[in-house]
């Protein structure tokens, strides 16, 4: 089956725009949740969506939001770009709404660099 | 404040040979464990996990045992392969609405042939 689907691979974008990433889970995932790496954090959690609702939210400022519609495919977007979001985004999917039992499976992540 | 630390950055074996790599933690609350591997320009790949009432959980070549007096795990690889040369992350879950993993920064494993 297909995996943990992430669009773009790639993006570059200028400080203070805004972008928005894209995740369609596993079929039949219900929960997704979405990572930063960096080489200094390491991978730090953003949030997690299970059934369109946010239900945990890591320590990012507002400027990072998120949304997961019916079918379980999930956005995020960050507004106000800064050079210190330059990251690997990754988002990652789960059968429940606790990933720690069933383990998540990642995407592939999208590269953003801000310039 | 880091509740999941991996203290080796990097670790060097030889092809064949057991690869020991260690994460502690401060939680007591976490209720699974988790390792993955990432190779670069990849997401991490579950590779196994342990709950926190058991002790050991083996999976062909890995085994992750779990110290919880000590608040402390380990994944052991027998026998190394070149292959298993990548990242690996230790995560823990605090379960229930707590949906997210709490990662530490990686031990990078090289394994020599």
């Known amino acids: 089956k297909a995996g943990v689907t992430q669009t773009p691979r790639y993006l570059i974008k200028t400080r203070g725009q805004q972008v928005t990433l894209s995740c369609s889970p596993i079929?039949?995932?219900?929960?997704v949740s979405w990572y930063q790496q960096t080489p200094g954090q390491g991978l730090q959690f953003l949030f997690e969506y299970f059934s369109e609702t946010q239900r945990n939210k890591g320590n990012f400022p507002g400027r990072f939001s998120g949304r997961q519609f019916s079918n379980s495919r999930s956005e995020m977007n960050v507004s106000t770009l800064e050079l210190g979001d330059s990251a690997l985004y990754l988002c990652a999917s789960s059968l429940g709404s606790t990933g720690g039992s069933y383990g998540y499976t990642f995407g592939s992540g999208t590269r953003l660099t801000v310039v | 404040d880091q509740q999941v630390k991996q203290n080796s950055p990097s670790l060097s074996v030889q092809e064949g040979r057991i690869s020991i790599l260690n994460c502690d933690y401060t939680?007591?609350?976490?209720?699974?464990f988790l390792w993955y591997k990432k190779y670069p320009a990849e997401g991490p790949t579950f590779l196994i996990s342990i709950s926190s009432i058991k002790d050991k959980n083996e999976d062909g070549r890995f085994t992750v045992f779990l110290n919880k007096s000590a608040k402390h795990l380990s994944l052991h690889i027998v026998p190394s392969q070149p292959g298993d040369s990548a990242v690996y992350f230790c995560?823990?879950?605090?379960?229930?609405?707590?949906?997210?993993?709490?990662f530490g920064k990686g031990t990078k494993l090289s394994v020599k042939p």
């Open positions: 995560a823990a879950s605090l379960g229930g609405s707590q949906g997210n993993l709490i």
């Open positions: 939680n007591s609350m976490f209720d699974y």
């Open positions: 079929s039949g995932h219900r929960s």
